[in-house]
Structures are given as structure tokens and as C-alpha cells.
């Protein structure tokens, strides 16, 4: 993947995480606080718990951090997907989980 490449691809994953705070916040009664500072989104819950997502440019990968961990994510050509480096799951299916976990509420991000 060319650097181009990988800056779209990042930059969709961010703005699709945005978009679904947007549409969580408007469906539900959760409080999402999307706070966006050039490649680094920070999501901040009703509790205060944080989660933050950020490019890492010279890797090519987002890493997620979370109450349950940090983890590093690349672009699979393959599974049109962010996956995670460990085997992990997918970015989206695991940003669900963790936000799900640390606000108390069922939550659901997918890709745009």
C-alpha cells in the first residue's frame, strides 16, 4: 500500500467512527463526545471512560486504545478491512465491543 493509499484508508476509518458517534448519539441515549485533532479521534463516553484512535503513518496501521488494551490495526486487501496485527478481529466489530463494555450500552460502529 502507497502512503496515498494508506492516508485515504485511514482517513475514511476516522470519519466513518465520527459518523457513527453522529447517528449513536441521534438513535440512542448514549452521550459521545468525538473529539478529532488531525489523525487522532478521541471518543469520550458519559462516564468519562475514553477510548482514542489514531493513524500511525510511517506503519501504515491505527491503533485503538481502550480500557481492554491497546491494539494495532492494518488495512487487508484481501478482507477490505482494518484487522487487527494479532489476529484479533476487525477494527469495527472490536470498536463495538469496547465501547459497548466501557459505556454501558449497546453500541455499533461499522465502515461507511
Known sequence: MTDLEYLDRAEQLLLAVE?????INDETDAD??????GGMVTLVFGN???????????L?????????GGFHYRFDVAQNAWVDTKGAGEFFANLSSYATEQSGLKLEFKAL
Open 48 to 58: 468519562r471512560s475514553q477510548i482514542v484512535i489514531n493513524q500511525q503513518k510511517p
Open 32 to 37: 459521545i463526545d468525538a473529539q478529532r485533532v
Open 19 to 23: 459518523q457513527c458517534c453522529d447517528r
Open 60 to 68: 501504515h496501521e491505527i491503533w485503538l486504545a481502550a480500557r481492554a
